[in-house]
């Protein structure tokens, strides 16, 4: 069995958020991922003044900075059912400190660049975890069959966590949507205000900022009750 003083569960943005702050004070770890490579989902996120201040610590916050614009401000629409619009102010705004929309495959590769060859091992898909009967530390079974012994185990693998079942969390519940992200690359330039928009209706949300001049994000949610199998309309055999 392979001994291992500190493991991380899942080389996402908080898998390897961790790992690096770690290395950052010259402490080794593992990190474990089930899929072949660093992989991002959600095309973009937005990353706050908070989370500026952590990124700095990491020592990754200039590198990122050189990748998106800073937003200047939002507005929040809300459209009635009987057509009226309501618009206000809506976070960020410049007083509020520094406030960007990055793409997730940069944040993630960034972050793992960072790391020394070797601390992230791909294709480890954990099956289950146990405390050894001698020395209580968390033992680790791989999907290939190998064990690993750890002084410490992270649990940062999302949402049908393993770590999570192990020491009992119980997943949180979320409300069913549908959602749809991506980008749309403009080959000159967008023209748009640098500034997030977010515009509602009943269930349905649509937001947009742009990244870039030239790359908006933008994503449509719509949360999904019980009405809405009424509107959809018969398919005719």
């Known amino acids: 069995m392979e001994e291992i003083e500190i493991v991380i569960a899942g080389a996402g943005i908080c898998g390897l958020a961790v790992a690096l702050a ?12 089930k899929a072949e490579s660093v992989r991002a989902t959600g095309a973009g996120i937005g990353i706050q003044p908070n989370g500026w201040r952590v990124l700095h610590q990491l020592g990754v916050a200039s590198t990122l900075q050189s990748t998106a614009l800073p937003i200047l401000g939002g507005r929040d629409i809300s459209i009635q059912n009987n057509g009226k619009r309501r618009e206000s ?18 944040l993630v590769n960034v972050l793992a660049g ?13 099956v289950s975890v146990e405390l050894d009967s001698l020395t209580s ?6 999907q290939d ?13 999302g949402a049908n966590s393993i770590v ?4 009992g969390l119980k997943p949180k519940k979320v409300f069913s949507s549908c959602t749809v992200r991506g980008f749309t690359e403009y080959p000159n330039s967008h023209g748009l205000p640098i500034e997030f928009i977010r515009i509602r209706k009943g269930n349905t949300l649509f937001g947009r900022v742009p990244i870039t001049d030239k790359l908006v994000y933008w ?12 509107k959809w309309p018969k398919i005719q055999n």
């Open 22 to 33: 770690l290395h950052r004070k010259g402490i080794k770890s593992v990190v474990l991922e």
């Open 145 to 157: 069959g190998t064990a690993i012994r750890a002084k410490v185990l992270v649990g940062c693998d």
């Open 89 to 106: 102010p809506l976070l960020p705004v410049p007083s509020v400190g520094e406030v960007r929309c990055l793409k997730r495959s940069d």
């Open 137 to 142: 530390y968390p033992i680790i079974h791989l």
């Open 114 to 126: 960072q790391l020394p060859t070797g601390t992230i091992r791909f294709e480890c898909q954990i």
């Open 219 to 230: 994503f449509l949610l719509h949360r999904w009750n019980p009405t809405d199998i009424l």
């Open 164 to 167: 999570g079942n192990f020491i």
